[in-house]
């Protein structure tokens, strides 16, 4: 599932086995197994794997999943070549955290050129956390818009309560992390500031 893109960036960044596992602090054997798709690595094992390849945990839960332009005949038809239609948004699954993402940014523009930036929505149920601890993005800085429901935001050493129609910037390496405090799913427009998967 996640194994051939670990193991393309590993190659890609001219990485051993060893040099991942004492990185991590698995073992050569966990970390193939991992490669191999023989062992299902948890979300603390992901984020040690894309802290040590220098890349976005995102991007190796992505797998094959693209999300691509328009297609030549969509583009005939439509001035808007960047388009990304409801139907063709990417539902992202992350292991251990029943919350609902959903990238609706592209990854490849027209011209082969790159997104710099990544939008999702986050859905959250009441009274469940967007993850299981407190995180930061060493490479990249985050930006919220509360939709719909409530949050309690925790960054660093201080607590925010944030209300529809609120927005909130979370710099790079800022540690963090925000529960949805409504009765109700609260609805969530996160872009990261630059390409994740």
């Known amino acids: 599932m996640y194994g051939s893109r670990i193991r393309e960036m590993r190659k890609k960044r001219g990485l051993t086995l060893k040099a991942v596992a004492d990185a991590t602090g698995y073992t050569i054997g966990h970390i193939s197994q991992i490669e191999r798709d023989l062992k299902s690595p948890s979300l603390v094992a992901l984020r040690k794997i894309a802290a040590c390849l220098d890349c976005s945990e995102v991007w190796l839960i992505m797998g094959d999943s693209e999300l ?7 583009k005939n038809n439509s001035k808007e070549t960047y388009l990304v239609r409801k139907e063709k948004r990417i539902p992202m699954k992350i292991p251990e955290i029943d919350v609902s993402y959903s990238i609706f940014t592209p990854s490849k523009l027209p011209d ?9 929505i986050v859905r959250l149920n009441p009274n469940t956390w967007v993850t299981e ?8 800085d985050e930006s919220l818009l509360l939709l719909k429901g409530e949050l309690e935001l925790r960054m660093d050493n201080s607590t925010y309560v944030i209300h529809e ?8 390496n800022c540690l963090h992390n925000y529960m949805n405090t409504s009765d109700k799913e609260a609805t969530i427009i996160v872009y990261f500031s630059q390409l994740v998967y």
């Open 165 to 172: 129609g609120d927005s909130f910037y979370i710099p790079k």
């Open 133 to 140: 601890q407190m995180i930061s993005h060493g490479n990249y």
């Open 68 to 74: 691509s332009v328009e297609s030549s005949e969509e």
């Open 112 to 120: 082969s050129k790159e997104a710099q930036m990544t939008g999702l």
